[in-house]
């Protein structure tokens, strides 16, 4: 008899090792499966939400009349930063003293072309947007710079006057 036709006894840990050899494959197998599943439900389910959001955007958020200031604290040219309870910042700028709600704008705080904050230069009669040098006028429509090349107005808000005092009319919710 030679050395080739010998078999050699197998100890029980080597016998468990080649018998778990094709279990462990197939778990292996199976449980890339499950990866992959989850991977591709996870990508399409995101898809989903996005379009959805996209096809239904969601309707307005409440609106709230709030309190600003007193008429007589904001003299001609002047500003006053605004924080809105759903995290808009606005300035309110006082451009005439007739008497009436007229006499103020509120217009969004932020630049709609990259986001810097824009400030009120009443000497120049704009509103400034130091980033990239846009410029809008009193009214908030823009006159130079990337926001006019692109169209982008600052958003404005309503106000209103009641004895005396400077209310806004903002959302009260942050928005989604």
Known sequence: MN????QVPLNSADANALGDQPNRRSFMSVLSSIAMALGLTTGYGAFAAFAARFLFPSKGSETSQMFVTTVSSVDLG????YQAPGGQSITVARLR???DADDFVA???ICPHLGC????EPHKDRFFCPCHNGA??????PTEGPPKDAGQSLS?????IENGMLFIEVPTA???
Request: glycine fraction near 10%; avoid cysteine; hydrophobic fraction near 35%.
């Open 78 to 81: 002047q500003t006053v930063a």
């Open 174 to 176: 942050l928005p989604v």
């Open 156 to 160: 404005r808000y309503p106000l209103s």
């Open 3 to 6: 050395d080739a036709d010998r």
């Open 107 to 109: 217009l969004s705080g």
């Open 117 to 120: 904050q824009v400030h009120w």
């Open 97 to 99: 003293e007739n008497g």
């Open 136 to 141: 809008f006028n009193p009214e908030g429509a």
